[in-house]
């Protein structure tokens, strides 16, 4: 697959986040980009407890502090920067994270 370009840079908020969905290959898939320090971190949109989107309103996935992402469904915490959740139904399991770099002021799926 070659890279994809999922957004510009500025489209996630600084401590702030957003939600995309991607084709990959064959398929599409719901994501969540998260802007976090400078850092963009993307997973899938899927919480790994029962598979429901972790946002309750489109694109909010952060708590309300802005330092962890909060499933809408059973309230899991997960750690920004690795996906792992902290807090919840789904304690130790992780996010699915999808690999990204920025390059040019955007957002690549790689």
Do not use: W
Request: net charge negative.
């Amino acid at each position: 697959m070659s890279d994809v370009k999922l957004c510009a840079v500025d489209d996630i908020p600084e401590d702030g986040s957003a939600g995309f969905v991607a084709e990959l290959g064959d398929k599409k898939i719901a994501i969540m980009a998260i802007r976090k320090n400078g850092a963009v971190f993307v997973y899938e949109n899927e919480c790994p407890h029962i598979g429901a989107p972790l946002d309750f309103t489109p694109g909010q996935f952060l708590d309300v502090d802005k330092e962890y992402i909060l499933c809408s469904t059973h309230g899991a915490l997960f750690k920004i920067d690795t996906g792992e959740c902290i807090d919840g139904p789904c304690f130790g399991d992780h996010l699915t994270q999808i690999n990204a770099e920025v390059r040019d002021g955007a957002v690549y799926l790689t």
